[in-house]
């Protein structure tokens, strides 16, 4: 089993900065890929950004340019720096983790959850 805690969740005014960050813990050697989800009050969840072991990532089209997923295997740390934030960002942000690899747009999304963290953008 894998432990995911994510942090660094917060307001922000749009326009703004925040980084997230989550932590594994657990049976870390399974973990393949990495990404992010967000879900927004009614509607779907959404994976936004994805990375594999080898630092491959992936966006989605509603956040390429402006969030960048970065991951320290060492560290078993995932992070999403956001910038140019915009009031359409604001959502729950969820760690998500997987023993095989899942991309953003493939339908696929990995077996293990953080908790989610709050991310509230205002205009």
């Known amino acids: 089993q894998v432990q995911l805690v994510e942090s660094g969740g917060g307001l922000v005014q749009a326009g703004g900065s925040l980084t997230l960050s989550c932590a594994a813990s657990?049976?870390?050697?399974?973990?393949?890929?990495m990404g992010w989800s967000r879900q927004a009050p009614g509607k779907q969840r959404e994976l936004v950004a994805t990375?594999?072991?080898?630092?491959?990532?992936n966006y989605a089209d509603s956040v390429k340019g402006r969030f960048t997923i970065a991951r320290d295997n060492a560290k078993n740390t995932v992070s999403l720096q956001m910038d140019s934030l915009k009031p359409e960002d604001t959502a729950v942000y969820y760690c998500?983790?997987?023993?095989?690899?899942?991309?953003?747009?493939?339908?696929?999304?990995?077996?293990?959850w953080g908790q989610g963290t709050q991310v509230t953008v205002s205009s």
């Open positions: 657990g049976s870390t050697f399974s973990i393949n890929a």
């Open positions: 990375i594999t072991r080898g630092g491959v990532t």
């Open positions: 998500n983790a997987g023993r095989f690899p899942f991309l953003v747009g493939s339908g696929r999304l990995g077996e293990y």
